[in-house]
């Protein structure tokens, strides 16, 4: 069976591309977005198979690509998952690409971005062994380096210091690095936007509120994405996100990115995070992306 894709260009259904999960989302089906994108990957002419990054039976030779999607057991194991990368990258072509998640998989990565003049949001790192030093006149974020959906991430006032000092002495005793940075306050009001790029180009953004409410403890489950919806972004945002995307080491090609933005005191855009490597990509609330989703994924087997 044949199919054309972009401008006349010939797809075969001998094309495979693996959509990589892990194994706790393939259980339980957390992932909404990927059903819906290997349907629209065969739609656009290519085999797509979901797959668990760990699975030792995996042959990644066999794919034209393996498109990281779900992954999002990765922070636990972020060791493991970057040796998989640089396999899966010397196997077949990784989307996106081994030292991409290399450099992604730390938050140390905000320092790269800042020393490269993206404005980003205020961040110091404290690593096991270093002396704690703690904002004492402003309320402030804890979270790990390596870390998704708010997982030992927590907010604290001032007066908190003691619970504070505990939250990163359990952190240092598992050997992570932690990130502290001032509680913006703007996210209580303006949400935090998360804009979307496939294939080098904006596809679409989403606008979700707090996910940090005072009090919460840091080892509590929390929901990392509340009261989601589409947005906008303002040409100001739009700029913040390129510049970011510019500033990757190595100017790679990236089939897909997610940037991150909060407003600063200043009301301009911040980078809060730059997602490279498993990002939420939020199909339900911009089904129109899905189809635009999937071409650039077979056109990048091709």
């Given at each position: 069976m044949e199919s054309t894709y972009g401008q006349g260009v010939p797809v075969t259904?001998?094309?495979?591309?693996?959509?990589?999960?892990?194994?706790?989302?393939?259980?339980?089906?957390?992932?909404?977005?990927?059903?819906?994108?290997?349907?629209?990957?065969?739609?656009?002419?290519?085999?797509?198979?979901?797959?668990?990054?760990?699975?030792?039976?995996?042959?990644w030779g066999d794919f034209d690509l393996a498109v990281i999607r779900s992954t999002?057991?990765?922070?636990?194991?972020?060791?493991?998952?970057?040796?998989?990368?640089?396999?899966?990258?010397?196997?077949?072509?990784?989307?996106?690409?081994?030292?991409?998640?290399?450099?992604?998989?730390?938050?140390?990565?905000?320092?790269?971005?800042?020393?490269?003049?993206v404005p980003v949001v205020d961040t110091h790192f404290l690593a096991p062994g270093d002396p704690v030093?703690?904002?004492?006149?402003?309320?402030?974020?804890?979270?790990?380096?390596?870390?998704?959906?708010?997982?030992?991430?927590a907010r604290y006032a001032p007066g908190e210091h003691e619970t504070a000092?505990?939250?990163?002495?359990?952190?240092?005793?598992?050997?992570?690095?932690a990130i502290v940075q001032p509680y913006v306050r703007s996210i209580d009001t303006a949400g935090e936007r998360a804009l979307q790029f496939f294939g080098g180009r904006f596809l679409h953004a989403i606008r979700?509120?707090?996910?940090?409410?005072p009090g919460t403890a840091y080892d509590e489950d929390k929901v990392p994405h509340p009261n989601l919806r589409p947005w906008q972004p303002t040409p100001a945002e739009l700029a913040v996100a390129e510049r970011a995307l510019a500033a990757v080491p190595g100017e790679p090609e990236l089939l897909y990115a997610r940037v991150d933005l909060v407003d600063g005191d200043d009301g301009e855009p911040r980078v809060m995070e730059l997602e490279l490597i498993e990002p939420n990509l939020f199909l339900s609330l911009h089904t129109d992306s899905v189809p635009v989703a999937a071409e650039a994924i077979v056109k990048a087997a091709r």
């Open positions: 259904r001998s094309t495979r591309i693996a959509l990589v999960t892990c194994r706790e989302v393939r259980e339980t089906g957390y992932d909404r977005d990927l059903p819906v994108l290997a349907g629209a990957v065969e739609e656009a002419g290519a085999e797509a198979v979901v797959v668990c990054w760990d699975d030792p039976d995996v042959g999002w057991d990765y922070t636990w194991r972020s060791a493991e998952f970057v040796a998989w990368a640089e396999r899966c990258g010397q196997a077949t072509t990784l989307a996106n690409p081994a030292d991409v998640v290399r450099w992604n998989a730390d938050k140390r990565y905000l320092g790269d971005l800042s020393a490269a003049g030093d703690l904002p004492e006149e402003q309320e402030y974020v804890i979270k790990p380096t390596s870390g998704a959906g708010a997982r030992f991430a000092v505990r939250h990163l002495a359990r952190m240092h005793a598992e050997e992570l690095t979700k509120g707090a996910v940090l409410e």
